[in-house]
């Protein structure tokens, strides 16, 4: 139990003190959606759907850019959700490192 616990609040610690990071990133994203979502007159909503599908790299192809300006943006998207994706594991793979250490 200690373990989780351990983990817990790393996890959370790392959370706390790269929350800037993060919410630019998702700043970025939902920005950059929702430019495209203007490009390819998509509802805002839809827009910003496409946005994080895209930067979670999940593509359900409920809708995708058709103009060259919003593929380059989804682009951008892609790669931004690829650094929040490694922000998050790296203080997850921190975190459990860290719980390992402190459980021997």
Avoid: C, Q
Wanted: aromatic share 12%.
């Amino acid at each position: 139990m200690k373990f989780v616990l351990d983990f817990i609040e790393i996890y959370a610690r790392g959370i706390f003190f790269l929350w800037p990071i993060f919410a630019v990133l998702v700043g970025i994203i939902v920005v950059l959606g929702l430019r495209i979502g203007a490009l390819e007159h998509w509802e805002p909503p839809d827009a910003v759907l496409f946005a994080f599908i895209t930067a979670t790299t999940i593509n359900f192809g409920l809708v995708h850019p058709t103009t060259r300006r919003s593929k380059w943006l989804a682009l951008v998207i892609a790669l931004t959700g690829v650094l929040l994706t490694g922000l998050i594991v790296s203080i997850g793979l921190e975190a459990v490192a860290h719980a390992f250490r402190e459980s021997r």
